[in-house]
């Protein structure tokens, strides 16, 4: 996105690497992401929406689509592939071919509304991923659970009006996108936490409102925007995890698909944008969906 900007390369090389030092790649099923085809764009994203994203990319140079998203002229694969990333693990964990799914992909996508990019995010990956799941799988109901440190505005609002998504949410605020205290409505779970809350706040606000939520709604597949920037370590943010709250949280989300979602769980990669603790964080997260 340019020179000094947070959302780099830089990020998915040190998660590679730390999944390769850990030792848990050698455990890991790899593909090539394939490129979304528009037909699951346009299941979250308004025509004109996936046009603007379309029309905007540059042949040299920089285009901007808001104040803090900017596209080169590898950006639309990259966001293609991204999309298509969640949309290939949807359909591996449906066929049975692997339990599970980490998609190491950017740009992040939980800010892209259905008529809007923004925040770093041109499609919403997770949400195209939903909409596959209950569109060509026929799913009635799945769960996305969301614990990066900004609300994932443009996944509640694909979501607002469809009760087949449960999203549950914790998030900093108030803080960018500066919406989200109130869903307003039962399958919207959002719980926003102060600046500076730490592991036990968390954990309490997961266990209090997401779990029971998650427990009567039985989710049939699993969805996370896995989002490592609520870490104290994170430069953009004022949340105070450690390593360990992410493998703490993966593991209570497993015991979520294990009881209802026969262990399905699609995840993809947020923010984080600490290099190094965006890696080991990866690795706690990953570690935890191996079992």
């Not at 764009?41 to 990319?57: P, Q, W, Y």
């Not at 290939?88 to 049975?96: F, P, Q, S």
């Not at 989200?180 to 399958?187: C, I, L, P, R, V």
């Not at 968390?202 to 709604?217: G, S």
Request: charged residues 25%.
């Amino acid at each position: 996105m340019g020179e000094g900007h947070p959302e780099s390369p830089q990020r998915l090389k040190s998660v590679l690497r730390h999944l390769e030092s850990s030792g848990l790649a050698a455990r890991l099923v790899a593909r090539e992401a394939p490129r979304a085809e528009r037909e699951h764009l346009e299941r979250v994203h308004e025509t004109e929406h996936v046009e603007t994203v379309f029309s905007a990319a540059p042949s040299r140079g920089y285009a901007y689509l808001d104040p803090d998203t900017s596209m080169n002229p590898h950006s639309l694969d990259a966001a293609l592939r991204a999309a298509g990333a969640v949309v290939a693990a949807t359909d591996m964990v449906m066929n049975g071919e692997v339990r599970n799914a980490f998609c190491a992909v950017r740009p992040p996508g939980h800010h892209a509304t259905p008529d809007r990019p923004m925040g770093f995010c041109m499609f919403n990956n997770v949400a195209v991923g939903a909409m596959h799941a209950l569109e060509t799988h026929l799913l009635e109901r799945v769960a996305v659970l969301d614990f990066d440190v900004h609300h994932g505005n443009g996944t509640e609002a694909s979501f607002h009006d469809d009760p087949r998504v449960m999203l549950c949410s914790t998030f900093q605020h108030p803080y960018y996108p500066f919406c989200g205290a109130d869903s307003g409505n039962e399958h919207i779970i959002n719980v926003p936490l102060p600046a500076m809350t730490g592991s036990r706040g968390f954990r309490e606000a997961v266990e209090r409102f997401w779990i029971p939520a998650l427990d009567r709604f039985k989710p049939q597949m699993v969805f996370v925007s896995a989002g490592f920037d609520a870490h104290r370590d994170d430069p953009l943010a004022y949340l105070k995890l450690e390593d360990e709250d992410y493998r703490w949280v993966t593991e209570k989300l497993m015991e979520v698909a294990d009881r209802h979602a026969e262990g399905r769980v699609v995840s993809t990669l947020e923010g984080g944008y600490n290099v190094e603790a965006l890696g080991r964080c990866v690795v706690q997260h990953v570690g935890a969906l191996l079992g």
